[in-house]
């Protein structure tokens, strides 16, 4: 691996782990120091924004990097995607002021959420200098670009809490001032990248190819978009902002379980396309290596979830001042089954994806989507957070279930095995934790030495004596 190489890795590592520590830390903040309603209508809001957002960038994005990496112009690249970003944010942020006019109720209720939802654009609008950075592979720039305002907002918030004035109104500068702070900051950067000023710019021409290039991803972003948060959104209005602060603490808690997931996909992507671009490559050491990157995923993806679950009501009550314990145990361990198959699942999109099957994923997604929607839609009604956490894990299950019986590749055929074993372990485990009479930390304790003891034992120590033995064989 070249030093250019490392150095991308470096940079994208430091913005996730930055971006993870920060985002999870502003989270836990806010779960202690503000009440349930205020953070349901915070969390909401920002699944509100989050969803527009999306949309409104047509699926530019990706399209942007790739023109910027093939060396075509900052002014019909950048500069377009800017002009676009400008307006979708102004004529909705002016919708928006105007919607608020004719129905002061509903913003009465939901009172945070133009303040963030105009935060969001101001991101938006810097997501189109952080693609210049991306096109251009100049990875410490776009890391920087994209870890302020994490950085910023967890320093406000704290600030806050030592003045004792986290209030409504408060939370609401917070939002918009970090985001004027995230902009100002990736526009200085995209200049310091450049040399000259990035500004604005409009060739209708160049707007329609840059729109017809990008139809297709307008689906998938649609579908990412369903599923995202509309859970989060659909509780908000079927339920109460309680039940959001609720599901959106363990869907976070849920979210950050996924670390693993995002350190080892990167890693599976060029194996996998390796093999399918080379006929021959299934009968080298590349599948064995694979074999034994999936194997270890199976340990991976169960341990954190085995953990939480074990301490949750503890640690989680001393976290959040007795708040979000014993109320959001069950969403968490619903959400926890839909691990292991997300594991799965992106392992399988990993092959669809280095195929060029989009259309596969497509259908998936979709089905996957209005499973999501119409189950939260009958459930929250009934069950509130533990509905919307159901349909989220039926909706998981439709997705794991349709890639493991369309993908086929004859060199890469998925093993369950692993995942299955792995899966009786911790259920053991898990029922000798709540039978064993100790203080919680203790249980914990007991249970990942035992969970790192059969990992040596049953994995570990296997793999090397498989290596061993390969290298006797070759002398």
Known sequence: MNINHLKSLSAS????????????GFFMLAAYYIDKQL????????????TFTLLATFGFDHVIVRRISAGMSIASTTGIYLTHALVMGVLSVVILLVSRVYFPSFFQIHFLLIAVFISFICTYIASCFKQLANGKERFWHLAFMGVIANVVRVMGLFFLIQIHAVTINNIAFLYVGVAVIEVLFAFFSAAHLTGHWVLPSFNWNAYKSLVQESLPQLGVIFLESSLARVDWILLGFISTSVFVADYSFAYKAFESSRIPLLIIAPVLLPKVSRILAKSHAYETSVV?????????????AMLIPLILNICWVDVVNIMTQNKYGESTKGIYAILSFCLPMAYITNFLWTIVFAKGNIKLTLKISALASVVNI????????????IGAAIAYLASTTVQFVCYYAWVKEPHLQLRLMPYLKTLLIVTLLYVLARWLPVFWLWKVIIVSLLYISLFYFLFYKQQMKKALSISQDGL
């Open 374 to 385: 119409v189950l939260n839609i009958i459930l929250i009604k009934y069950y509130n957070a």
């Open 39 to 50: 953070f349901g209508e915070l969390n909401l809001s920002i699944a509100l924004s989050t």
């Open 288 to 300: 064995k290596e694979l074999n034994m990157l999936w194997q270890l995923e199976s340990w991976l």
């Open 13 to 24: 590592g430091f913005q996730i782990i930055v971006n993870q520590l920060f985002g999870l």
